[in-house]
């Protein structure tokens, strides 16, 4: 176990992870090693959860910031 090859992924503390790579990877089974690990792909993964990212927010946004602007130059 100890003369194993380790994980190359680093931790969130910026340090190597140091769990035992899965047989054949570089990875272990936290970091993507495993068949099936790692996050769902697309609108799986929760990107459009609160929908700050879709075109109509996008559009309101860059209103909003073009009438703070004419503000702005009125005052």
Known sequence: MLDCPRCGAKTRSGLACRAPAVRGKRRCRMHGGARGSGAPTGAANG????GR???EMQELRQ???RLLREAAELV
């Open 63 to 65: 209103r909003v910031a």
């Open 53 to 55: 990212r879709t075109r």
């Open 47 to 50: 990107r459009y959860r609160t």
